[in-house]
């Protein structure tokens, strides 16, 4: 099973920041990472796909990178709706896996 | 527009079986792999199986493979997923997530359009 894991677990961030969230993987994965925002009681919102690919209606201040084992997630000048669980996700093989989620809390 | 609606709330006690629908709508039903997802109070996402709607074929988690059954209705656009034995550890919100990649890809793209959630709470 690959493990996905995500740094930070939590982060308070001030709106107008530039927020980075890591996940690494314990095996290459190539590209096939995807990330999630999760508001509270809310359903998971697909945000970036194949690590850098964009979604239509996600704001452009989402942004992803990374390849292989590395990957991240960068929010430029974070807004006051962005506070939410931000989760990475490994579609390379069987069993798909998550990251444990990356909370992020607005000042 | 594309919709999936899940069937409502449950509550079961430890060792019984609980089936949760997922009806599709608004694309071609039988284009697009399914996934389901389950998120325990407070925590993280957890990844359950996949069901390819025009085959019916599935692949499910080690962790519950003998627990769980995944099948598809196309008469009815309907995905249903069946925990059974079920004990304190399975409640949990249950998420049916349609992946973006057609069942003709070798690959996945992400779950796109998800459910609203089913809430199924286990105890005596």
């Known amino acids: 099973e690959i493990v996905l894991t995500q740094s930070p677990d939590f982060q308070s961030v001030t709106p107008g920041e530039k927020v980075t969230i890591t996940c690494r993987a314990s095996?290459?994965?190539?590209?096939?990472l995807h990330w999630y925002q999760q508001k509270p009681d809310q359903s998971p919102k697909l945000l970036i796909k194949?690590?850098?690919q964009s979604i239509s209606g996600v704001p452009s201040r989402f942004s992803g990178s990374g390849s292989g084992t590395d990957f991240t997630l960068t929010i430029n000048s974070l807004e006051t709706e962005d506070a939410a669980a931000y989760y990475c996700h490994q579609s390379v093989g069987f069993p798909h896996t998550f990251g444990q989620g990356t909370k992020l809390e607005i000042k | 527009q594309v919709q999936l609606v899940q069937s409502g709330a449950e509550v079961k006690k430890p060792g019984a079986s609980v089936k949760i629908s997922c009806e599709a709508s608004g694309y071609t039903f039988t284009s697009y792999y399914m996934h389901w997802v389950r998120q325990a109070p407070g925590q993280g996402l957890e990844w359950m199986g996949i069901i390819d709607p025009s085959s019916g074929s599935t692949t499910y988690a080690q962790k519950i493979q003998h627990r769980v059954t995944m099948t598809r209705d196309t008469s009815t656009s309907t995905v249903s997923m069946e925990l059974s034995s079920l004990r304190s550890e399975d409640t949990a919100v249950y998420y049916c997530?349609?992946?973006?990649?057609?069942?003709?890809?070798?690959?996945?793209?992400?779950?796109?359009?998800w459910g609203q959630g089913t809430t199924v709470t286990v105890s005596s």
């Open positions: 997530a349609r992946d973006s990649a057609p069942v003709t890809s070798d690959y996945y793209y992400g779950m796109g359009v």
């Open positions: 194949y690590a850098s």
């Open positions: 095996l290459s994965i190539g590209s096939s």
